[in-house]
């Protein structure tokens, strides 16, 4: 027999180097790629080329491994071409990490346009609205969502859409809508798939989850999909439990951080394989994938915790109504109160109002009193300065009698951190840096939060008095002092430590901060809403709406016929719009106020922070728009600035691309020092 003749050793070397040949698929050889690239100068798509072996494989939405600038980095498959506009050679995709289609294509239209408003780069945006991957997860079959029948098509089986049938589970009435005279035939939008935009502002103890189911039904009868986001995880139990009731089990996914990695990314699954056709969820769900969207809905948008913390720091509410606006899609602005953006949208005609009959509001209203109105000051010349007055006091003692709970909302959770005068409630700050005062050892006496220095001669330099008082008791310490003046009553707190969900609708003292009210079975028979001033004195912007946002969710809770006392004087326009139950009032003030000093939302702001010489360079390099001001600077912490940029709303689209210009072209020049661009900040002012 011959012998086969051993190739030499440096001919085997060479074999093993030798990469694969590899040829372009036959059909739309060409991949748009988003690079995984957090620079502004490179926020654009990048072509490559697809290798026959992946041609099946590498389909918009899937994610990628690609060759760039000598290293490999992630990316996400955006459409297939059949030819480049690029006139070099066209390096090959790497490898198709999965042939999971994760990034819907209408989706990826939203986070262009999410990118282009808050002047970001476009794999930011990607980065939010795409969890992390999970191969164990994604590998595995995903099982039905909960209680779905035996015998559903397997995940792969699904057509986009195919889980929106118009047989949704739950009859055609929603008498819950009936109290508002605009609720019927917004329902009925719904159910004929048209694009009906509305500001929602809730009657007091309206079931609220399950108005929202019900407008869900009416949208999946139409055959089309819905989102509804809310703030936190207990408002998204409440709408999951009521969804679950509505549509029936298997109809819809909630998705939450707590769920954990793996669960969150196997329902972002069921969601992104359109096996369902309504998701609900926090913050992030603004960008879930669901097939034929027909209705988006926000829940409280005035809520600090819909604001994204990450770049660009997109809005909750933005979001989702630029993505109505995108898919011909109804949307629902949906809170006890109302912020100035939703009464923007009513005025400019983009939405119309649905509020409850009078009559209806009479029936449901709490009796809401202030304590600082004149009469009450006759009976009771201790209520100006008390932090419980008599009528407080009273209000509590009679609903603990009638065996129900009773609320008491406190700005915040601790002890007392500062003071103020006895008199005339100036706040004490110290007379040798100006610091704050606080109550300090056994004697109380006031302290300098700043330089720690004693203060025992303290006189008020506004009226001369010599006596302070607490100016913000938090939580823990108005739970001890209510239950020694409500001895053998139960007392509990919910707040940061502690976040209750619901309380039974017997006797018991309820202590809260602000956001951490729990649900008491039947209402509470009184709710107590201490220290107003700490709210309504903040150095915010939004002070006064914030207030009056507070004090709705919390008297909400009350039963109809109940108590609802507010330690603020009466006259004051958030405490008018609360005794009224009338937000759209004090929010078509607080926007006519805003339009003529030129703040948002009736102007556009942007802001930009950072090192001095680095916001001077990025402002050096903008061409701002005609018309835009430049306010500041203003100090920021650890040696930073902030300058602020107003302009007409007609040119803010203009203003965001000139700033992301700015960072391009500081990014290109590898500029050591960061700056942070945020339009409409949500922490202005």
């Known amino acids: 027999m011959a012998s086969r003749a051993a190739p030499a050793r440096g001919t085997r070397a060479r074999a093993r180097r030798e990469p694969a040949k590899r040829e372009p698929a036959a059909c739309?050889?060409?991949?748009r790629v988003c690079v995984e690239v957090p620079l502004a100068h490179l926020d654009r798509a990048f072509d490559y080329l697809v290798p026959a072996a992946d041609d099946d494989a590498a389909q918009p939405g899937v994610r990628v491994k690609v060759r760039f600038a000598g290293q490999l980095v992630g990316g996400f498959l955006l459409e297939r071409r059949e030819s480049s506009e690029h006139g070099g050679k066209l390096a090959y995709l790497d490898r198709v990490i999965s042939a999971e289609r994760v990034l819907d294509p209408e989706v990826a239209r939203l986070a262009r346009a999410v990118a282009d408003r808050y002047a970001g780069n476009l794999s930011d945006v990607l980065r939010l609205a795409v969890p992390p991957r999970h191969a164990r997860v994604e590998s595995q079959p995903v099982p039905p969502p909960t209680g779905a029948a035996p015998g559903d098509a397997a995940p792969g089986d699904a057509a986009p859409g195919?889980?929106?049938p118009g047989d949704a589970p739950g009859d055609d009435a929603a008498p819950g809508w009936t109290d508002y005279p605009a609720g019927p035939a917004f329902l009925r939008a719904l159910r004929d798939g048209k694009p009906a935009r509305a500001v929602w502002t809730a009657a007091p103890a309206e079931d609220w989850p399950a108005r929202i189911a019900e407008a869900a039904v009416a949208t999946v009868r139409a055959g089309r999909?819905?989102?509804?986001?809310?703030?936190?995880?207990?408002?998204?139990a409440r709408v999951d439990r009521a969804l679950a009731r509505r549509l029936g089990d298997g109809r819809h996914v909630a998705l939450n951080a707590a769920a954990g990695p793996a669960e969150r990314y196997r329902r972002f699954l069921s969601a992104s394989r359109h096996r369902v056709p309504v998701v609900a969820g926090t913050r992030a769900a603004m960008f879930a994938p669901v097939a034929r969207l027909g209705l988006v809905v926000i829940w409280d948008d005035g809520d600090d915790l819909h604001a994204e913390p990450r770049a660009p720091y997109p809005h909750a509410r933005e979001v989702l109504l630029t993505r109505a606006q995108l898919a011909d899609a109804a949307a629902l602005v949906a809170g006890f109160g109302r912020t100035g953006e939703a009464q923007l949208l009513l005025e400019t005609g983009w939405a119309q109002p649905i509020t409850a009959a009078r009559e209806a509001l009479r029936a449901r209203s709490p009796r809401i009193v202030p304590t600082g109105d004149d009469p009450q000051r006759s009976r009771d010349p201790g209520a100006v300065s008390a932090r419980l007055p008599s009528q407080a006091w009273q209000a509590a003692r009679d609903a603990l009698k009638e065996d129900t709970p009773v609320l008491v909302q406190v700005p915040r959770r601790g002890y007392v951190p500062s003071v103020a005068c006895a008199q005339c409630r100036t706040p004490a700050r110290c007379p040798h840096c100006s610091g704050p005062l606080g109550l300090a050892g056994a004697r109380d006496l006031p302290v300098c939060h700043w330089c720690g220095r004693a203060a025992a001669a303290y006189a008020c330099p506004a009226c001369g008095g010599r006596r302070l008082r607490a100016s913000v008791t938090g939580a823990r310490r108005t739970a001890e002092e209510l239950g020694r003046a409500f001895s053998g009553v139960p007392v509990r707190t919910s707040g940061r430590d502690e976040v209750l969900d619901v309380v039974p609708g017997a006797a018991s003292l309820i202590v809260c901060t602000p956001g951490a009210e729990p649900v008491a079975?039947?209402?509470?028979?009184?709710?107590?809403?201490?220290?107003?001033?700490?709210l309504l004195t903040r150095s915010d912007l939004r002070a006064a709406e914030e207030a009056l946002r507070r004090w709705l969710n919390a008297s909400a809770l009350a039963r109809p016929g109940g108590r609802v006392v507010v330690v603020a004087d009466g006259s004051l326009a958030p405490v008018q719009a609360l005794l009224r139950w009338d937000p759209g009032w004090f929010a078509a003030r607080e926007l006519a106020e805003r339009r003529e000093l030129g703040f948002p939302p009736a102007a556009r702001m942007a802001s930009v922070t950072g090192r001095p010489e680095a916001v001077g360079e990025l402002l050096?390099?903008?061409?701002?728009?005609?018309g835009v001001e430049v306010l500041g600077p203003v100090p920021a912490d650890d040696g930073q600035e902030r300058m602020l940029l107003r302009s007409a709303r007609s040119r803010a689209a203009e203003l965001a691309h000139t700033l992301h210009e700015a960072a391009a072209v500081r990014s290109a020049r590898k500029a050591a020092l960061p700056v942070r661009i945020q339009v409409d900040p949500a922490d202005l002012f």
């Open 28 to 31: 739309l050889p060409i991949a």
């Open 162 to 164: 195919d889980a929106a």
């Open 225 to 236: 999909g819905v989102i509804v986001v809310v703030a936190d995880a207990r408002d998204l």
């Open 521 to 534: 079975a039947g209402g509470y028979g009184a709710v107590l809403l201490l220290d107003t001033w700490a």
């Open 620 to 626: 050096a390099a903008a061409r701002l728009p005609d």
